[in-house]
């Protein structure tokens, strides 16, 4: 059994009927939306298209029965879920955020250098990293990266969350795999459970 088969044979066990219902409208990303992706990011991990070929999207994403609203991803801040963007999604992110970290954050950066963690490289463009995730909030809060070129330190793949207020960027995993590992072992912690 395939880590994305696991994950999602978990995921499914832990889910409110209600998300699970909602989830069972999805289907996969076609083979030509995740071409695309795969031409735009060539390291792009083979278990983030196995997971969006069989889940495309779940951010407000309009399927034929319905629209599919659930949060399916986690991080180390449990009280923000995550929805999985849809290919297309991924896309429009990487046309839309340009600027770099330096660039957002100028002269900040030199008075509080704790905002960007290790392993993370400041002068690359937002775009140049895969944005795989919004939080509940829409992303305002916080989104998830896969990170092809870290700073010296990092890893190549590796995932990098960015939380709003105070702004942070950290790496909380050294790849996609680690990172669908990590969930699973915390037992889908960020799902909110039926009573």
Do not use: W
Request: net charge negative.
């Amino acid at each position: 059994m395939s880590l994305v088969t696991t994950y999602l044979t978990g995921l499914r066990q832990a889910l409110p009927s209600e998300s699970l219902e909602q989830l069972n409208l999805a289907h996969g990303a076609s083979a030509e939306g995740l071409q695309t992706l795969t031409e735009r990011y060539p390291l792009c991990p083979a278990s983030l298209l196995e997971l969006l070929g069989h889940i495309d999207g779940t951010h407000f994403r309009d399927y034929p029965g319905g629209t599919v609203i659930v949060l399916i991803l986690g991080s180390d801040v449990l009280e923000y879920p995550y929805f999985l963007s849809a290919a297309a999604q991924i896309l429009e992110d990487a046309r839309g955020y340009t600027d770099s970290i330096r660039g957002i954050y100028g002269d900040y950066l030199d008075e509080y250098p704790e905002t960007v963690g290790p392993g993370i490289d400041i002068d690359l463009g937002m775009n140049q990293r895969l944005c795989f995730s919004h939080c509940m909030n829409n992303g305002g809060t916080s989104k998830l990266y896969i990170d092809f070129n870290p700073a010296a330190g990092g890893t190549v793949g590796q995932v990098l969350r960015y939380l709003h207020d105070p702004d942070s960027y950290e790496v909380i995993a050294d790849s996609f795999d680690q990172y669908l590992q990590q969930l699973i072992d915390d037992d889908f912690a960020f799902v909110e459970r039926e009573i």
